[in-house]
Structures are given as structure tokens and as C-alpha cells.
């Protein structure tokens, strides 16, 4: 029973000295004190999950939207090597000149709204890397979107349209 007794107590003893090695200072800490870690990026918009995907949402269809991911892997020199998908949701699979590969999700997630999700690499994923290639698909988007905008507004200021002009003529049928 003494064993037993004397284990408890050293198991207790070192509980005790876990709580308060553990427990914090009671002092405030001071405004200028950057001890710890730092913090975190701004985030602008993105998601990370911890699979390594990186997300943001975008305005526009899916077949809009996706176009714009076709025109970004393009511009930064990417291969598309596979398209597939369904009624809400596209996949691309791609592939840098050095052999990177990378997946790319697009998700509508309402008629006019849609998630792109980016994963470089295996594992855990290159981050930086799924965010420059969003900031490119956010450029392509919004360049495409500006672009529709400018078009409409043309349309509508030149006053064209279509049908018959409001002065038309008639001929009278010839009398014999």
C-alpha cells in the first residue's frame, strides 16, 4: 500500500508542477512586447484548409469562371492535362514546366457566385503559390467582367437595335 500511496503522491507532484509551469504570468502584457509568434498574413480573402487547398470566391457563372482559370493556368505558362466536372462543378489538372503538378476546383455555389480552390503540389501543398495563381484568376476574372460591362454600355449608347427602323416605306401595287 506504500508503493501505491507514494506513486500517487509523485504523480500528483508532478501535476501540480505541470499546472504551474503551464499557468500564464498574472501581469497584463505590455503594448510594445512583440514577444511570441508573429501574426498571421492578411488573409484577402482566402481560405486554407488544412489538406492544402487554397479557396476564394468569385463572382460570375461557372463557365465564366472557369474560362478565366483556363486563361490564368495559360498566362502563367501551365499545362491543362485533364477537364472534368459535373452540372456545379468543374476539376482541371494541370502541370508546370518542372514537373508541379496542381488541381483546381470550381464550385458554383449560386447561379452568380463561385469557389476556386487551388492545390500546388502533394501533401500539404504549396500555398503561395495556389495564392499567386488566384490572384491571377482574380485579375482574368475581373478583366473579363470589365470587358463584358464596357460591351453592354456600348451596346446601349449606340442605340442600335434590333427589328425593322421607324421610317420604312411602302410601294403601291403598279395599275395596269
Not at 34 to 50: I, Q
Not at 78 to 85: A, D, R
Not at 147 to 161: C, L, M
Amino acid at each position: 500500500m506504500a508503493a501505491a500511496s507514494k506513486r500517487a503522491r509523485w504523480i500528483g507532484a508532478i501535476l501540480v508542477a505541470a499546472a504551474i509551469a503551464c499557468g500564464g504570468s498574472k501581469e497584463p502584457s505590455k503594448e510594445g512586447d512583440k514577444g511570441g509568434a508573429p501574426p498571421p498574413a492578411p488573409s484577402a480573402g482566402y481560405e486554407t484548409s488544412w489538406t492544402g487547398y487554397v479557396s476564394k470566391t468569385f463572382p460570375g457563372t461557372l463557365d465564366d469562371d472557369v474560362e478565366g482559370v483556363k486563361s490564368a493556368l495559360r498566362a502563367l505558362g501551365l499545362e491543362i492535362t485533364e477537364e472534368s466536372g459535373g452540372l456545379f462543378e468543374k476539376n482541371l489538372s494541370a502541370v508546370g514546366g518542372d514537373g508541379t503538378s496542381l488541381v483546381v476546383t470550381v464550385k458554383e455555389i449560386s447561379k452568380d457566385q463561385t469557389r476556386v480552390s487551388v492545390k500546388v503540389g502533394y501533401m500539404l501543398g504549396d500555398g503561395d503559390a495556389a495564392r499567386r495563381i488566384l490572384s491571377e484568376v482574380e485579375g482574368r476574372i475581373g478583366a473579363a467582367k470589365a470587358e463584358a460591362e464596357e460591351r453592354r454600355r456600348r451596346w446601349r449608347s449606340s442605340g442600335s437595335g434590333t427589328g425593322m427602323s421607324a421610317t420604312t416605306t411602302t410601294t403601291a401595287p403598279s395599275k395596269k
